[in-house]
Structures are given as C-alpha cells and as structure tokens.
C-alpha cells in the first residue's frame, strides 16, 4: 500500500493558506480604495489595517508554499486569535451565529498548529 500521509496537510495547506489570502487581498483593496471596515476595529488606525492586510498576504501565501511552517503559522495565529478577542466575543449579542464563528476561528488556529508540528506535507517549497 501507498503512504499517503504526507498529502493530508497540503489540503490544510491549501485552505488554510487562502483563507488568509483571499481576504488579505480583499482589505489591501479596500485600503487602496480609500479604507476598509476593518479600520474601524483596529482604532481607527489605517496602518494598523495595512498592516493586517499584508500579514494575511505575506504569511498566507508562505502556507500555501509550505515555506517555514513551523514560524509562519503563528503570525496568522495570532490574527485569528485577535480576531476572537475584537469581533467574535464582543459582537456575540448580535450575532446569534457567534458559537459557529468561534468554533471556526478555533478549528484554524487548530489546523495551523497542526502544520506547524507535522510540516508542509508534499509539494512543499522546502520538502
């Protein structure tokens, strides 16, 4: 039988690494185009969302290459992690839908611990 295992976290890879991408480029157009709703959670700093923007970029697309797992995961960890602490927990009064959307949140950062500990898999950059 075929060893398979090392083609499971490229699926991971792949969607964990656009999940970050596509909306990345979503607010880096946003902010081109003269901001983007996500200034207005981070104080009103527009560099702040810049910032934001090319962290999801940048590391997004090194999980989607499998370039440095073990480092570039967390950055984007750290967003996710933001993310529960300034718009899931806070907006969950609203939001009947808030449970799914912190499971969520809690099933990727799972997702990219996973590839930081069991590596990129194949078709890796540095495999």
């Known amino acids: 039988m075929v060893d398979k295992s090392d083609y499971g976290p490229v699926a991971l890879r792949l969607v964990l690494g656009l999940m970050f991408v596509l909306p990345g480029f979503d607010k880096l157009m946003g902010m081109i185009g003269g ?3 996500v200034v207005n959670m981070l104080w009103g ?3 702040l969302g810049w910032l934001l923007a090319l962290v999801e970029i940048l ?3 090194s999980i989607l290459a499998g370039w440095k797992l073990e480092w570039t995961v967390w950055p984007v960890a750290a967003v996710l992690a933001g993310a529960i602490f ?5 907006g969950r009064a609203d939001n009947p839908m808030w449970m799914i959307n912190l499971l969520f949140h809690l099933a990727a950062i799972a997702g990219l611990f996973s590839l930081s500990v069991s ?3 194949k078709w890796a950059v540095n495999a």
């Open 59 to 61: 590391f997004g697309l």
């Open 35 to 37: 901001g983007h709703m």
């Open 119 to 121: 590596g990129p898999g």
């Open 86 to 90: 300034m718009v899931v927990l806070p």
């Open 45 to 47: 700093v527009a560099a």
